[in-house]
């Protein structure tokens, strides 16, 4: 929701981005009609998952490559090249080993043309606003990663962009120095010392992104595209105890984990989801994982676990995490409402039962829920040995996905139809069937190439 009072520093206007698939055969688009504004005076934290283009729209916007169709517009002109109103700080430090801190933090000045007195004088300022004065004379080597984390901070401060853009700048930090160095961020910016107007973070941490920011914008994935945002109408610093935090965390854990549907800001109903065969992605998750998951929530009241405490429990990531939740969902083992995950009966049982039981409780989840495995197992019953190259089912998926991705898709199918014992893999032959078929003929004499 943007403010009349306040001036509009970047603007997305339609922004869509495509790059090629190999060999010619179309193209895989990343961004799909993107319309973002980042105002004066406010956090704003772009929040997706794996897929969902939040570090392609930072460097679009900050003019490190080029939209495929649409327009950024910085200060109110159209952007062409890179963008100076902004600087960037990173997920890796990328420090230039041979120079000292101040050397670092003074190369963006010294790029500018800005004289060599002046630009001492800006970076003995910001070296001192990130608490890194007395390691002037230092190399990066002889830094902590949260100390070189620093330097990135006062590299970019040093310059007084108009948005300071974040890509992802804690990930790469233990917890307690990511923590530390997130709340003096935090702090520069409610004591209104923050050398910039305003702040784009780039992040996959849900408590994150309601801890700074002022709104979050939740993109969907595959493509990217802006499903919607959510004001965080609470009072600076936000208090990790209040009642309305917990609530914001939740909401946005269930958006997340229910991408069909509609970010309101009001807590969704539950819908079911649209699937089709080779274009709905599966999960990637082993077996192993989403079997943990249940034994460890089964355990729990009524076999529900709150979603953010869960993620803090095991420390992982929200990337990490959701994608064994989605498993268990997208195979009726587990329900995902308002932050919560709960088991279904059917996880209930696979959680306690025997490996020969949940071995037969997979295999029926998984014809009747993920309609991908009743197209593989339809097409190997037509085939009159029983039998299929991976390459007809890898085709089937780079209609739909680039090659990386196709890839990881075959192998999760494959690692999920083992385990359900629907079919078997020749890894030599490259080729799927049923497993009737094994059993009846060694591997290398059952199939005519």
């Given at each position: 929701m943007l403010s009349r009072d306040r001036e509009t520093l970047i603007t997305v206007e339609q922004v869509s981005k495509s790059f090629p698939l190999p060999d010619g055969k179309g193209e895989f688009t990343v961004l799909s009609d993107i319309n973002v504004a980042v105002q004066s005076g406010e956090v704003v934290a772009l929040l997706g998952r794996s897929g969902s283009g939040k570090s392609t729209l930072l460097r679009i916007?900050?003019?490190?490559?080029?939209?495929?169709?649409?327009?950024?517009?910085?200060?109110?002109?159209?952007?062409?090249?890179?963008?100076?109103?902004?600087?960037?700080?990173?997920?890796?430090?990328?420090?230039?080993?041979?120079?000292?801190?101040?050397?670092?933090?003074?190369?963006?000045?010294?790029?500018?043309?800005?004289?060599?007195?002046?630009?001492?004088?800006r970076a003995l300022k910001a070296i001192d606003l990130v608490g890194l004065d007395g390691f002037e004379s230092a190399y990066p080597k002889e830094l902590s990663g949260g100390m070189k984390q620093r330097v990135g901070f006062a590299r970019a401060f040093v310059l007084e962009p108009q948005v300071l853009f974040m890509d992802e700048p804690f990930s790469a930090l233990d917890v307690l120095t990511s923590e530390n160095l997130r709340g003096e961020i935090d702090d520069l910016w409610n004591a209104k010392t923050f050398p910039s107007k305003s702040i784009l973070i780039v992040t996959h941490n849900i408590e994150e992104a309601v801890f700074l920011a002022d709104r979050v914008i939740i993109l969907g994935s595959k493509p990217g595209r802006v499903r919607g945002e959510v004001v965080i109408d609470l009072p600076r610093p936000h208090d990790r105890a209040h009642p309305r935090f917990k609530a914001f965390v939740d909401y946005i854990y269930t958006v997340m984990t229910n991408p069909e549907i509609e970010v309101t800001g009001i807590a969704p109903a539950k819908i079911d989801r649209v699937q089709s065969p080779y274009a709905m992605p599966l999960p990637h998750v082993r077996v192993g994982g989403i079997s943990g998951l249940l034994e460890l929530i089964v355990d729990q009241p009524q076999s529900r676990e709150d979603l953010p405490r869960l993620a803090e429990r095991l420390q992982l990531e929200v990337d990490d995490l959701l994608p064994i939740v989605d498993a268990a969902a997208l195979l009726g083992f587990a329900e995902v409402a308002q932050g919560d995950v709960t088991l279904?009966?059917?996880?209930?049982?696979?959680?306690?039962?025997?490996?020969?039981?949940?071995?037969?409780?997979?295999?029926?989840?998984?014809?009747?829920?993920?309609?991908?495995?009743?197209?593989?197992?339809?097409?190997?019953?037509?085939?009159?040995?029983?039998?299929?190259?991976?390459?007809?089912?890898?085709?089937?998926?780079?209609?739909?996905?680039?090659?990386?991705?196709?890839?990881?898709?075959?192998?999760?199918?494959?690692?999920?139809?083992?385990?359900?014992?629907?079919?078997?893999?020749?890894?030599?032959?490259?080729?799927?069937?049923?497993?009737?078929?094994?059993?009846?003929?060694?591997?290398a004499e059952k199939i005519d190439r």
């Open positions: 916007m900050a003019g490190l490559i080029p939209p495929s169709s649409g327009q950024v517009f910085s200060s109110g002109k159209p952007l062409r090249g890179a963008n100076d109103d902004v600087a960037m700080v990173f997920q890796s430090f990328a420090l230039l080993p041979w120079l000292t801190v101040q050397e670092n933090v003074e190369l963006g000045l010294e790029a500018r043309g800005i004289s060599r007195i002046d630009r001492q004088q279904t009966p059917a996880g209930q049982d696979f959680a306690t039962t025997t490996i020969l039981r949940s071995k037969d409780l997979f295999r029926q989840q998984a014809l009747q829920r993920i309609p991908v495995f009743t197209s593989m197992m339809q097409t190997l019953r037509e085939k009159p040995n029983g039998a299929m190259r991976a390459d007809f089912f890898l085709n089937l998926w780079n209609e739909h996905f680039p090659s990386g991705e196709v890839d990881r898709q075959f192998a999760t199918a494959v690692d999920w139809g083992r385990y359900a014992e629907l079919f078997e893999y020749d890894a030599n032959e490259e080729r799927l069937y049923l497993p009737e078929i094994a059993i009846l003929n060694p591997p």
